[in-house]
Nanobody, 123 residues
């Protein structure tokens, strides 16, 4: 069974940095694309950014220049580096994977999901 195991996250002051990791375990497959999403209570899951199999990236406007998505295919891992964090970045963050080369902005297009990790940015 394919699983996405997330790690990292926690509490940080505004202006600080955090890095999330997401490791794909179980029967691996390729190619696959990665997406990062976030969600707050009572709100829809929001696309943060995506990374294609060939390392093309896309970021939501509010995180552009502050967040960086990368991957290490030798480890079946993807990462979300978050710098210059703001209180409005506070959310539960999810990684997701979909078979194929390209990421999607839509959560329904992803086959596999991590369990989520809480990021809280204090002002």
């Amino acid at each position: 069974q394919v699983q996405l195991v997330q790690s990292g996250g926690g509490l940080v002051q505004a202006g600080g940095s955090l890095k999330l990791s997401c490791v794909l375990s179980g029967p691996t497959f390729s190619p696959y694309a990665v997406g990062w999403f976030r969600q707050n209570p009572g709100k829809d899951r929001e696309f943060v950014g995506g990374l294609s199999w060939n390392n093309d990236t896309y970021y939501q406007e509010s995180v552009k220049g502050r967040f960086t998505i990368s991957r290490d295919n030798t480890k079946n891992a993807a990462y979300l580096q978050m710098d210059s964090l703001k209180p409005e970045d506070t959310a539960l963050y999810y990684c997701a994977a979909r078979a194929g080369v390209y990421y999607s902005l839509y959560s329904s297009m992803y086959n596999f999901w991590g369990r989520g990790t809480q990021i809280t940015v204090s002002s």
